[in-house]
């Protein structure tokens, strides 16, 4: 079992939809990232997190760390925002991530 | 420039040769991190760097991986006798401060492939 585990998979929605990724992690954790990866690998940093809720335009992360989890949320999706995000872990104890295996969006005109 | 910059972008090469792949930080990143990616999942930790030294090394996967930054900044990922499970797409981050608190960012990568 991974120690960070993203749902779904792989996600098909259609323009203007309400997107929800989840992020469920089972070590105790300091922080939590959120990554976009497009197509030919170059990463994004979107959020860091350790508490809360974060906003930036369409994009919104919010963190339980009771229930040791995290969502990503986009509002009124859009073509471009298709790309893998990914969520990764930065443990209390050492300075190494741990990354779930990404969530593949599609958003379709 | 304002980014990470990795070089090469791509690299082929034969089975049991000895590569290095090259990560330039952003300026004034203290910490300097490399990852490995394999094709459907998400990245691995191979070595993280605060300033020269590497605070973790724990996910490099055997002593045929070796990353030095000797002065701090630029950081070289050394691969000897290469394997075929070797290729994948080798990806750095930079922060400014370390320990994994603070904004990655991330460099293309150099897609390693071992023929």
């Known amino acids: 079992k991974n120690e960070v585990e993203q749902s779904p998979q792989n996600l098909t929605a259609q323009e203007g939809e309400f997107i929800t990724i989840n992020c469920s992690y089972s070590?105790?954790?300091?922080?939590l990232h959120w990554l976009q990866q497009h197509p030919g690998g170059g990463i994004v940093s979107l959020f860091m997190?350790?508490?809360g809720k974060k906003k930036h335009g369409r994009l919104i992360a919010t963190i339980n760390i009771q229930e040791k989890h995290s969502s990503l949320h986009i509002t009124a999706s859009h073509p471009r925002d298709s790309a893998v995000y990914i969520c990764?872990?930065?443990?209390?104890?050492?300075?190494?991530?741990?990354f779930g295996e990404g969530t593949q969006l599609t958003v379709n005109p | 420039g304002a980014g990470v910059s990795q070089t090469p972008s791509n690299k082929v090469t034969e089975k049991g040769k000895y590569v290095e792949l090259r990560c330039d930080p952003i300026?004034?990143?203290?910490?300097l991190y490399w990852y490995r990616q394999s094709l459907g999942q998400g990245p691995e930790f191979l070595i993280y760097?605060?300033?020269?030294?590497?605070?973790?090394d724990s996910g490099l996967p055997n002593d045929r991986f070796f990353a030095v930054r000797p002065e701090g900044s630029v950081s070289t990922l050394k691969i000897q006798r290469t394997e075929r499970g070797d290729s994948a797409v080798y990806l750095c981050?930079?922060?400014?401060?370390?320990?994994?608190?603070?904004?990655?960012?991330f460099g293309n990568g150099t897609r390693l492939t071992v023929t």
């Open positions: 981050a930079s922060s400014l401060t370390g320990g994994g608190s603070s904004p990655l960012h």
């Open positions: 070590v105790g954790i300091s922080a």
């Open positions: 997190l350790s508490s």
């Open positions: 990764a872990a930065k443990e209390t104890s050492g300075s190494r991530l741990t």
């Open positions: 300026s004034g990143h203290t910490a």
């Open positions: 760097f605060q300033g020269t030294g590497a605070a973790d």
